[in-house]
Structure formats: C-alpha cells, structure tokens
C-alpha cells in the first residue's frame, strides 16, 4: 500500500528526470497524503509528455456520486486491468508519479512508528499511476490518479506486504503508451523493484499527522514514541 509520499526536489529536477518541458514551481512536500493535489506525467492530447496537478484518489468517469465512493488512492497491479474502478485507465490513461520517497508504519494503533522508504542517494523515483477525468452533471471537472501497487520486495516485507510499483527511466515510453502497449503488456511491467534500490529509516512520529509538513519529518528518529 502506498498512503503517503514525498517530493522535495524542485521542478527543474523533475523536468530534466522525466524528460519534459513544462511545469510550475512548487514548494517541497515532506508529506503527501490522499486527497491533495499531486504532480503526475502523463501525455498529452498531441501524446507530448506533460506535467499535470490532479487529486490524489481515482474517481472512476462512470461515477453517479463520488461522495459515495471509498478513497481510490491506489490500485492492485495484478487486477487493475479488470476491476471496473480501473481497467478504463489501465487501457487508455497511465501516468507517472514523481517522488522522492514513500512511507510505512509499524506498530500497534496509538503507538505507529513510520518509516520512509526512498533510495540511497534520495533522488527520484516513479511510481506507476492511473488517472481519470470525471465530468459533473453540473459541468465540473476533476482529474484524478491512483498509484498502482505490487507485493512488497524483500527490502519492504517486514514494514508491509505491498508497495508503489515503481518504473525505471527506460520503461517510462512503454508505459505511457496506451495505443501501443495494451494494458496486458503494461501490466507485466509491474513488478516488486529490486532490493537494493531502495532503503528504509525510521523517521519523526509526528508525520502521521497529514497536517504537518517540514523537512525535520524525514530525519533519522531515535527517540521514543509518545
């Protein structure tokens, strides 16, 4: 599962690793959680890469109410492809999640301790993501993404058995072209990311809290928990 991210580098970062062109500046975010504003690669109408702001959590373009509907904020990799909240996106709308990093806890409800899951040079990573456009009755539109998961590699085990699905530079053609790659060819490129990519430390208790935010979030933590 994947409940919260971050991206702390600036644009000029993300526009040379994703290779595009556009894109605003924005402050670092320490702690990303469902139902913010995030940053996705996707394509655009002319299929040019594009940097876009949607929220976080899918609401399916089929969708009477989605009020109704649980937070969609990630997806099976093994069954997105047939679920019906997904497979439109699976087929015709894939995108790219810039991050920095991701979390995980551990520990008993009223004592969880994260954890922040990144490289070792904290540099960037993609998850593999889903988007949609939904379109209200009274003429509103939102676009949304969820982030597509697969079973935690043996890095990540101990903290949870899923994580984000996560693309290397030379997979990020293959996957965003929907007219070429069917969405079983996509999903084999799904996979948990090799175990040494990535590495986990303990970090501050207070991101467990959505509302906090700061660079001192991500610092190695050993104190105790409150």
């Given at each position: 599962?994947c409940?919260?991210?971050n991206?702390?580098?600036?644009?000029?970062?993300?526009?040379?690793?994703?290779?595009v062109e556009?894109g605003?500046?924005?402050?670092?975010?320490y702690?990303?959680?469902?139902?913010?504003?995030?940053?996705?690669?996707?394509?655009?109408?002319?299929r040019?890469?594009?940097l876009?702001?949607?929220?976080w959590?899918?609401?399916?373009?089929w969708a009477?109410?989605?009020a109704?509907l649980?937070n969609?904020?990630?997806a099976?990799?093994?069954?997105?492809?047939?679920?019906a909240?997904f497979?439109?996106?699976?087929?015709?709308?894939?995108c790219?999640?810039?991050?920095?990093?991701?979390?995980?806890?551990?520990?008993?409800?009223?004592?969880r301790?994260p954890?922040?899951?990144?490289?070792?040079?904290s540099g960037?990573?993609?998850f593999?993501?889903?988007?949609?456009?939904?379109?209200?009755?009274?003429?509103?539109?939102?676009?949304?993404?969820?982030?597509?998961?697969?079973?935690?590699?043996?890095?990540?085990?101990?903290?949870?058995?899923?994580?984000p699905?996560?693309?290397?530079?030379?997979d990020?053609?293959?996957?965003?072209d929907?007219r070429?790659?069917?969405?079983e060819m996509?999903a084999?490129m799904?996979?948990?990311?090799?175990?040494?990519?990535?590495?986990?430390?303990?970090?501050?208790?207070r991101?467990?809290?959505?509302?906090?935010?700061?660079?001192?979030l991500?610092?190695p933590y050993r104190?105790?928990?409150?």
């Amino acid at each position: 599962m994947c409940s919260r991210y971050n991206l702390t580098v600036q644009v000029e970062a993300v526009r040379a690793y994703f290779q595009v062109e556009n894109g605003e500046p924005y402050p670092p975010r320490y702690n990303i959680a469902p139902s913010q504003p995030v940053l996705i690669l996707r394509l655009d109408h002319a299929r040019e890469r594009e940097l876009a702001l949607v929220r976080w959590g899918l609401i399916p373009s089929w969708a009477k109410d989605p009020a109704r509907l649980s937070n969609l904020f990630n997806a099976r990799a093994e069954s997105a492809a047939e679920k019906a909240s997904f497979r439109g996106a699976m087929r015709h709308r894939r995108c790219l999640v810039p991050a920095n990093g991701f979390y995980e806890w551990t520990g008993k409800a009223g004592a969880r301790q994260p954890h922040l899951i990144r490289r070792p040079d904290s540099g960037l990573m993609a998850f593999a993501g889903l988007w949609e456009s939904w379109l209200g009755a009274d003429g509103s539109e939102i676009d949304t993404m969820a982030v597509l998961t697969v079973a935690a590699n043996s890095t990540l085990s101990s903290l949870h058995e899923r994580m984000p699905a996560i693309l290397q530079p030379a997979d990020f053609d293959a996957w965003l072209d929907t007219r070429g790659f069917s969405a079983e060819m996509a999903a084999e490129m799904l996979r948990p990311a090799p175990a040494d990519l990535l590495e986990h430390v303990t970090v501050d208790p207070r991101l467990s809290n959505a509302r906090n935010e700061g660079p001192e979030l991500i610092a190695p933590y050993r104190g105790t928990l409150l």
